[in-house]
């Protein structure tokens, strides 16, 4: 499967921004999704996923609360509805999937094998 994530950009902070990732070539809906980011000069980090069938979400604790993790089978979509961003927010945010990941394993990066181009988020206060 490829993965095309895309909606970043600059925004001031308390703005909102939606992450769209576009999946194409493979049965998306057997996927599990995740959105993770990295930071100038920082490891790369999970923010969110969710299950094939929707109905599992996780979230980092940095962003539980203010991005809210979707997905839209029919159009091979997933989105991260980010609120309340703070400048710590800023990063590249890449979209990941894969089949098969048990729920301890979705905050892992490399229980993800289909990596998408990452997206930039500036946050600025």
């Known amino acids: 499967v490829q993965l095309q994530a895309s909606g970043g950009g600059p925004v001031q902070a308390g703005d909102s921004l939606r992450l769209s990732c576009a999946a194409s070539?493979?049965?998306?809906?057997?996927?599990?999704v995740g959105w993770f980011r990295q930071a100038p000069g920082k490891e790369r980090e999970f923010a969110a996923a969710?299950?094939?069938?929707?109905?599992?979400?996780v979230y980092a604790e940095s962003v539980k609360g203010r991005f809210t993790i979707s997905r839209d089978n029919a159009r091979n979509a997933v989105y991260l509805q980010m609120n309340s961003l703070k400048p710590e927010d800023t990063a590249v945010y890449y979209c990941?999937?894969?089949?098969?990941?048990?729920?301890?394993?979705?905050?892992?990066?490399?229980?993800?094998?289909?990596w998408g181009q990452g997206t930039l988020v500036t946050v600025s206060s």
């Open positions: 070539g493979g049965t998306f809906r057997d996927y599990a």
């Open positions: 969710i299950r094939w069938n929707s109905r599992t979400t």
């Open positions: 990941a999937a894969d089949r098969g990941i048990i729920l301890s394993s979705m905050k892992r990066h490399d229980a993800y094998d289909y």
